[in-house]
């Protein structure tokens, strides 16, 4: 399962990026929701919760707010990333 979210939410995070960079609030919102679903599913309420955000605000039209909030939501994916690959191994 963690193999999965890690591919998919990689994928996730850069088509996020891509819509916020395009302009496409959207594209940016779909993966955030599939983001933030599949998180939570995982029990990674930090990174839910930033994707939650960034849905919001591209729903909103917040585009540059959006933008911003991508930073944490990078930062705190990674930080996923890496517990998920040291609970896979230890």
Same mark, same amino acid.
């Given at each position: 399962?963690?193999?999965?979210?890690?591919?998919?939410?990689?994928?996730?995070?850069?088509?996020?990026?891509?819509?916020?960079?395009?302009?496409?609030? #959207?594209?940016?919102?779909?993966?955030?929701?599939?983001?933030?679903?599949?998180?939570?599913?995982?029990?990674?309420? #930090?990174?839910?919760?930033?994707?939650?955000?960034?849905?919001?605000?591209? !729903?909103?039209? !917040?585009?540059? #707010?959006?933008? !911003?909030?991508?930073?944490?939501?990078?930062?705190?994916?990674? !930080?996923?990333?890496?517990?998920?690959?040291?609970?896979?191994?230890?």
């Amino acid at each position: 399962l963690a193999d999965e979210y890690a591919r998919s939410s990689t994928a996730l995070v850069a088509k996020l990026r891509r819509g916020l960079a395009d302009g496409d609030d #959207v594209a940016g919102a779909r993966a955030a929701h599939t983001l933030r679903s599949s998180s939570a599913q995982l029990g990674l309420g #930090v990174v839910a919760e930033c994707a939650r955000e960034i849905e919001q605000l591209s !729903r909103a039209g !917040r585009r540059a #707010v959006a933008a !911003r909030a991508f930073a944490r939501l990078a930062f705190e994916h990674g !930080r996923a990333m890496s517990a998920l690959h040291a609970r896979a191994r230890g």
